[in-house]
Structures are given as structure tokens and as C-alpha cells.
């Protein structure tokens, strides 16, 4: 696609449901990031693909948070048993490579509210 | 591990006046990359100016320039000429040049920059 797609664009949930969250990334990027922005915050590493494998988790918060790539393409981030807490923007992120020279080119995110 | 540091919670700036939004960053690195993103309300992050450390030569991208210390730590955004349309949120970013040491970028806090009209 032209570029990161992710949905929904916000989801309301209630305490203890779980939920998915969806990552399309540019047609033919390898490498794909899942960031959280809390409200007024920086953003948070979460995890990072390169193709179907994940060399870096260490961002989930924790084992209520999983994350998964398909194809090469789509990722799904699921978060089990939410809590208050999990409510934030979460932001997916796709690049050649390693995307270091050039950056990331990013989604516009899932804003995620549990109630 | 890196850290990137943004002291500036809020700028304002006058329509067509510059205004230059501060950066720093800690790393034991020799080579790395150092990016300034945008964040309107859209939540999109737009990525605005890159800098790789081992040139010394400030990277411009038209109304966007930085001013890159590197014995200094310090990577700055100044933006000449402010629009209404640069409201928003910065982010000053760093990313290792090297793969081993992790591919995800380090960001700031960010600095919410309102223009005056």
C-alpha cells in the first residue's frame, strides 16, 4: 500500500477484554516497529520484526502483550486482559532494512481506551 | 543504553519568526543516526530532518536545519520562517548505526510547538 495502514483507528474496550490491533505495512518494508505513546508522552519501544521474526521484544511491558507477523506483511499486536493502564496510542512503524539511514515511515496509530 | 532528552515542554513562535527546539542525547557510540519527527493531531509521525553522526555537516531541508554538536551531545531543530502549519508535536529521535546494538529509535519526550498568528 501507499503507506502504513493500521486499524482500528480507536477501540474502546472494557477492563479484561482483550484486544487486537492491526499493522499493514508498506508493500515490500521488512523490518516493522510497534511503539505506545501514553497520553502527552514519548514513544515507547515495544517490539520489532524483521520479516516473521521478532530479534527484539524487550519493550513489551508484559506477558499480557504478544505480537505477531504473517507474510512478511501484516502484524498483530494482542493485548490480554486489559487494564486501565494499557490505554494509549499504539503506533506501528515499517522500513527497508534496518531503516537506519532513513528512517521509519509510521502509521497514524490505534488510540486504545479502556474502560 | 541511549537516552534522548527534550527540555523544552512548550515553544511558541510568531508566524514567519524562527524558533530553534532543543536536543540532546547520551550514547558511548562513535556512529549513529539522529532524526527530529513531527507529530500533528493527525497522530502521524512525519519524519522532518535526518542527521548521520559522522558527517559533520548540518543537515537543511528547506525551512528545517539542525545544528548537530556531536562532542556536545546536542542535536537542535531550528525552523525558520514558522507556519500555522508547524504546530504540533517534535520529537528529537536517535537510532544506533549499528544493527547488533538494536534497530529501534529512541525518542524524546517531545516538545509541543504552537505558532502565533
Known amino acids: 500500500g501507499a503507506g502504513v495502514s493500521q486499524s482500528p483507528s480507536n477501540k474502546v474496550t472494557e477492563k479484561g477484554k482483550d484486544v487486537e490491533l492491526r499493522c499493514d505495512p508498506i508493500s515490500g518494508h521488512t523490518a516493522l516497529y510497534w511503539y505506545r505513546q501514553s497520553l502527552g508522552q514519548g514513544l515507547e519501544f515495544l517490539i520489532y520484526?524483521?520479516?516473521?521474526?521478532?530479534p527484539d521484544k524487550s519493550g513489551l511491558p508484559s506477558d499480557r502483550f504478544s505480537a505477531e507477523r504473517t507474510g512478511g506483511s501484516v502484524s498483530t499486536l494482542t493485548i490480554q486482559r486489559t487494564q486501565q493502564e494499557d490505554s494509549a496510542v499504539y503506533l506501528c512503524a515499517s522500513s527497508w532494512g534496518t531503516g537506519g539511514s532513513y528512517g521509519y515511515t509510521f502509521g497514524s496509530g490505534t488510540r486504545l481506551t479502556v474502560v | 543504553a541511549q537516552t534522548v532528552t527534550q527540555s523544552q515542554p512548550e515553544m511558541s513562535v510568531q508566524e514567519a519568526e524562527t524558533v530553534t527546539l532543543s536536543c540532546t542525547y547520551d550514547?558511548?557510540?562513535?556512529?549513529?543516526?539522529l532524526f527530529w519527527y513531527k507529530q500533528p493531531p493527525s497522530r502521524q509521525m512525519i519524519l522532518v530532518i535526518r542527521q548521520e553522526a559522522y558527517k559533520q555537516q548540518n543537515a537543511t531541508e528547506n525551512r528545517f536545519s539542525v545544528n548537530f554538536q556531536k562532542a556536545a551531545k546536542s542535536f537542535s531543530l531550528k525552523i525558520s520562517d514558522s507556519q500555522l502549519g508547524d504546530a504540533a508535536m517534535y520529537f528529537c529521535?536517535?537510532?544506533?548505526?549499528?544493527?547488533?546494538?538494536?534497530?529501534?529509535?529512541?525518542f524524546g519526550a517531545g516538545t509541543i510547538l504552537r505558532v502565533k498568528s
Open positions: 529521535a536517535y537510532r544506533s548505526a549499528f544493527p547488533e546494538y538494536g534497530n529501534k529509535l529512541v
Open positions: 550514547t558511548s557510540e562513535s556512529d549513529y543516526y
Open positions: 520484526f524483521q520479516g516473521n521474526s521478532a
